[in-house]
């Protein structure tokens, strides 16, 4: 059993101890530790990172009473040197923390208990028993949770026996019977724990609450502490930024010009749309003139899939012959008729495609497919225009 130091003292980032064990797992190669900082996965919380006399530490677990650290190799001393990686242990303790004062704020403002906490490598989130949560909920939650950071609270933890257990007022009963952690956020909340926290409430800097959505009749709130909701801050104003030099306007200003912009691309879309239709028109008029054998075909060097398609069905609509189009610009082929043709366009792709490596398919009227190479593209398109052609005569 190691000592977990991490219990004493959250701040200990460097120590000498000796390897009690070795263990070579399916997964790995494990050493266990007299004296062990490295807090393992557990609560919602992730492992602690950092080195073993210069070996990484990949993964640390919880194995009954003893801690497992999974390394790349095993060092070749019995007596190592170990250290945290700091940054990682400081950015779960904020989140951590900062979960607890959420969670306590939230059930205090509208008695929404937290059922599940996660802590992730982007951000946190917390499950809350409320159907749902309006934007001025969240948006009061926000403002009394970054207050109770700012009275900078005493965070303190503790072990307490079952009997001291029944004195306190606890979020949630220990699923635990022996060495029950107590975290006190003081004024605040008891709540069994055995994870790492900061000292104080002002240590968590701030909490930004991202967004919140409905998860299986609770509400999932998103959130950043502390580092992270300043790199999120930061990111946000560069984006700001960037949008304020590109529309060359201040950034109170952006929205409506934003709002300008979508609907100048709206009506651009609409004219497109127009020229298009008229476009596809004359070409419809131009291959139904000059088509020859039993098929319309042609092969165009830039239209795009859609576009294709709208030809397609277009020119079938007006001609009782089948249509066979196709794109260099994106190596597909559009095969169509009206219904008139006994010809199943989606059977014969099925059939055949993979004689040009393309994929694909579709209905008995509309068939698409896409191929690696414009050469491939254009085998097929040339093998269809001779297999429609012949079974026509």
Known sequence: MSKKLYYDSVYLTEWQTLISETLEREDGF?????????YPHGGGQPCDEGHINGIPVIDVISVEDKVLHKLARLPEETKVT????????FDHMQQHSGQH????VCRDLYQALTVSFHLGTDYSTI??????????QLASLENEVNRQI????SIVSYFVTQEEVAHLKLVKQPKVTENIRIV??????????????????????MIKLLKAEKQKGNTRIYFKCGYRAWEEFNESLRILGVLSSKFNTGKDEIIDRIEKWENEQKQLQAELMDLKEKNDRYVAKELLSSQEGNLVAHVFEEK???DLQSLAVKLASESDLPVLLATFAENKVVFAHNGSSTLSCGAFFKAHLGKCNGKGGGSDKI?????????????????????VNENSD
């Open 101 to 104: 004062l959420l969670s306590a």
């Open 30 to 38: 494990y050493v266990i530790l007299e004296e062990t900082a490295f």
């Open 150 to 153: 700012y009275q900078n609270r």
């Open 127 to 136: 499950d809350v028993e409320q159907p749902e949560l309006t934007p001025s």
């Open 82 to 89: 170990c250290k945290v990686d700091w940054n990682r242990r």
């Open 367 to 387: 068939a698409q497919a896409g191929f690696p190479t414009s050469e491939d593209a254009l085998a097929f398109y040339e093998f269809t225009r001779r297999q």
């Open 184 to 205: 006190e956020i003081q004024g605040v909340e008891y709540n069994a724990c055995g994870g790492t926290h900061v000292s104080s409430t002002g240590e968590i800097g």
């Open 304 to 306: 795009s899939l859609k």
